[in-house]
């Protein structure tokens, strides 16, 4: 019987014998011919999910703590000063009044007062007695307690902390109260659909287990400069900060660190810093009770697919080198401004983000392979890392915004809506353009809403390079952009620097 036909008998009111039959038949086990062998099968993945997850929390929640701080902070005229309001003369209520309003912050005192927090953690070395949790959780805190799952209270120590990655490690005795630890798993292995289980300690109520499943992974939040999230439906609320997330095998595979939520409660979108990242952190804090990181020392800026048209890639990806920092690992001429890195270590480089965390976690002094994009051709080039300090910061460059057109030569070449002139020292002054930018062609003006103000363009910048030959001269460009044409480029590929000597790269439109 085909599908219409049995509809044509729903709507004749014909097909109650035929889903009497339908009910028989599966009770008995027989399929009705009308109906493909395959629909009353159920499939594997239907019978695979877990039955109870009983035993394993059992097994895991003794090794979960709370995270209770407390700060001293000094009181400010910003504290709610709740005014009291006036009872009648020989109200009964006025003693309760008095004590309610002179509690009130700002009330009785302006001194400094006590702030407390709560957060999660978990044991991970039973013997050292070591803690992690998240770096928020402990932040300026003046007293770190770990509670454990039977009521028990252990003073802790700051071992460690890092905020760019959100993680810090905490010390208590082990002889004060018995540990049970948990190990990290391989975050790496976790798939999309896998189960997963989160424990911690929710609006302060204690040890509290919740499941789901990896909703994504590799989620940025633009939360730090190292975001690779996994994102988990498990229940996360306020005070799940710092407690792990465990796979099917007890093995911590992310640390709870924040969630999506216009109400503040669990909507079911939380984010947990994989073990792949954290592992690393965690031994060299423990080891240095700091992080050193990788440092490659470059500026770098998304790859777009005018970029990548513009440099005859076939992908958008990468990280294209926006400039060098004087001082640097590669400041030697190893890389160069217009590379494209697409390969560091082994490891590709899809996106501009993945650069900078995975240089982070490489060894400092660790000689590695860098492979880059250079002219249109692939080069595979050796760069020995540094140590990335506090004060360095792999950014963009930022762009210049004088105006100024005093003492401009009356020569000058309008393209694309840009006013070029040549550099030089009437320039220089005009424009406050130093010594760093050696070569180039100032952009003297930028006219509103033209292809290279919406780029970003403005007066005062200096163009170094067009399709990655330098210029010097406002005809350069001009016979650039003839080149490209020719070669049917519907793109230019400018690099430009600002007044201080910062460079980026911005695509300019040829073909219309």
């Given at each position: 019987?085909?599908?219409?036909?049995?509809?044509?008998?729903?709507?004749?009111?014909?097909?109650?014998?035929?889903?009497?039959?339908?009910?028989?038949?599966?009770?008995?086990?027989?399929?009705?011919?009308?109906?493909?062998?395959?629909?009353?099968?159920?499939?594997?993945?239907?019978?695979?999910?877990?039955?109870?997850?009983?035993?394993?929390?059992?097994?895991?929640?003794?090794?979960?703590?709370?995270?209770?701080?407390?700060?001293?902070?000094?009181?400010?005229?910003?504290?709610?000063?709740?005014?009291?309001?006036?009872?009648?003369?020989g109200s009964p209520f006025q003693e309760f009044f008095d004590e309610f309003f002179e509690n009130q912050p700002g009330s009785g005192s302006s001194g400094p007062r006590k702030v407390q927090s709560?957060?999660?953690?978990?044991?991970?070395?039973?013997?050292?007695?070591?803690?992690?949790?998240?770096?928020?959780?402990?932040?300026?805190?003046?007293?770190?307690?770990?509670?454990?799952?039977?009521?028990?209270?252990?003073?802790?120590?700051?071992?460690?902390?890092?905020?760019?990655?959100?993680i810090a490690v905490l010390k208590v005795d082990p002889k004060a109260h018995p540990l049970k630890a948990v190990k990290f798993g391989d975050s790496d292995a976790m798939r999309v659909g896998d189960?997963?289980?989160?424990?911690?300690?929710?609006?302060?109520?204690?040890?509290?287990?919740?499941?789901?499943?990896?909703?994504?992974?590799?989620?940025?939040?633009?939360?730090?400069?190292?975001?690779?999230?996994?994102?988990?439906?498990?229940?996360?609320?306020?005070?799940?900060?710092?407690?792990?997330?465990?796979?099917?095998?007890?093995?911590?595979?992310?640390?709870?660190?924040?969630?999506?939520?216009?109400?503040?409660?669990?909507?079911?979108?939380?984010?947990?810093?994989?073990?792949?990242?954290?592992?690393?952190?965690v031994s060299q804090l423990r080891e240095f009770g700091e992080t050193r990181r990788g440092w490659l020392g470059v500026r770098i800026q998304p790859v777009t697919d005018d970029i990548a048209e513009?440099?005859?890639?076939?992908?958008?990806?990468?990280?294209?080198?926006?400039?060098?920092?004087?001082?640097?690992?590669?400041?030697?001429?190893?890389?160069?401004?217009?590379?494209?890195?697409?390969?560091?270590?082994?490891?590709?480089?899809?996106?501009?983000?993945?650069?900078?965390?995975?240089?982070?976690?490489?060894?400092?002094?660790?000689?590695?392979?860098?492979?880059?994009?250079?002219?249109?051709?692939?080069?595979?080039?050796?760069?020995?890392?540094?140590?990335?300090?506090?004060?360095?910061?792999?950014?963009?460059?930022?762009?210049?915004?004088?105006?100024?057109?005093?003492?401009?030569?009356?020569?000058?070449?309008?393209?694309?809506?840009?006013?070029?002139?040549?550099?030089?020292?009437?320039?220089?002054?005009?424009?406050?353009?130093?010594?760093?930018?050696?070569?180039?062609?100032?952009?003297?003006?930028?006219?509103?809403?033209?292809?290279?103000?919406?780029?970003?363009?403005?007066?005062?910048?200096?163009?170094?390079?067009?399709?990655?030959?330098?210029?010097?001269?406002?005809?350069?460009?001009?016979?650039?952009?003839?080149?490209?044409?020719?070669?049917?480029?519907?793109?230019?590929?400018?690099?430009?620097?600002?007044?201080?000597?910062?460079?980026?790269?911005?695509?300019?439109?040829?073909?219309?």
């Amino acid at each position: 019987m085909k599908i219409s036909e049995l509809g044509a008998q729903l709507r004749s009111g014909m097909a109650r014998t035929t889903i009497a039959a339908l009910s028989v038949a599966t009770i008995a086990g027989t399929v009705p011919a009308f109906l493909p062998q395959a629909s009353l099968v159920t499939p594997a993945y239907a019978q695979s999910g877990p039955v109870s997850l009983a035993d394993l929390s059992e097994s895991l929640i003794d090794s979960v703590v709370n995270i209770s701080t407390s700060q001293t902070v000094e009181a400010s005229s910003g504290d709610r000063n709740v005014p009291r309001p006036q009872l009648p003369d020989g109200s009964p209520f006025q003693e309760f009044f008095d004590e309610f309003f002179e509690n009130q912050p700002g009330s009785g005192s302006s001194g400094p007062r006590k702030v407390q927090s709560l957060g999660s953690g978990f044991v991970l070395d039973a013997e050292e007695g070591i803690v992690i949790t998240n770096n928020h959780v402990i932040a300026d805190a003046d007293e770190v307690v770990v509670n454990f799952n039977d009521g028990s209270r252990v003073d802790a120590e700051i071992i460690g902390r890092d905020p760019k990655t959100d993680i810090a490690v905490l010390k208590v005795d082990p002889k004060a109260h018995p540990l049970k630890a948990v190990k990290f798993g391989d975050s790496d292995a976790m798939r999309v659909g896998d189960w997963v289980l989160a424990i911690g300690n929710p609006f302060g109520l204690g040890g509290t287990v919740t499941t789901g499943i990896v909703s994504a992974i590799g989620r940025d939040i633009q939360s730090g400069p190292y975001d690779n999230f996994i994102q988990t439906d498990a229940a996360i609320n306020r005070g799940n900060s710092g407690g792990p997330l465990f796979n099917m095998s007890g093995e911590v595979i992310g640390i709870n660190t924040a969630i999506i939520s216009p109400s503040g409660g669990s909507i079911g979108i939380g984010f947990s810093i994989p073990s792949e990242l954290a592992t690393n952190v965690v031994s060299q804090l423990r080891e240095f009770g700091e992080t050193r990181r990788g440092w490659l020392g470059v500026r770098i800026q998304p790859v777009t697919d005018d970029i990548a048209e513009s440099l005859a890639m076939d992908d958008a990806k990468g990280a294209l080198v926006a400039g060098i920092i004087e001082g640097g690992p590669v400041d030697d001429g190893t890389i160069l401004p217009g590379d494209v890195i697409v390969t560091f270590d082994g490891k590709e480089i899809d996106e501009m983000r993945d650069l900078p965390r995975i240089v982070a976690e490489s060894p400092v002094g660790k000689a590695v392979d860098v492979e880059v994009i250079r002219k249109g051709k692939k080069e595979t080039l050796q760069v020995t890392l540094g140590r990335l300090e506090d004060g360095e910061k792999l950014a963009s460059a930022e762009d210049g915004d004088s105006d100024d057109e005093n003492g401009l030569e009356e020569s000058s070449v309008e393209l694309f809506g840009m006013t070029l002139n040549t550099l030089n020292d009437a320039t220089r002054e005009t424009f406050g353009i130093g010594d760093d930018v050696v070569d180039g062609v100032v952009i003297t003006e930028v006219a509103e809403g033209s292809a290279a103000a919406r780029k970003g363009v403005s007066a005062g910048q200096v163009i170094m390079e067009i399709a990655q030959e330098a210029v010097k001269e406002p005809e350069d460009i001009v016979d650039a952009i003839d080149n490209l044409r020719d070669e049917d480029r519907k793109n230019a590929l400018l690099m430009i620097a600002d007044k201080d000597g910062n460079l980026r790269f911005v695509t300019i439109r040829i073909d219309g």
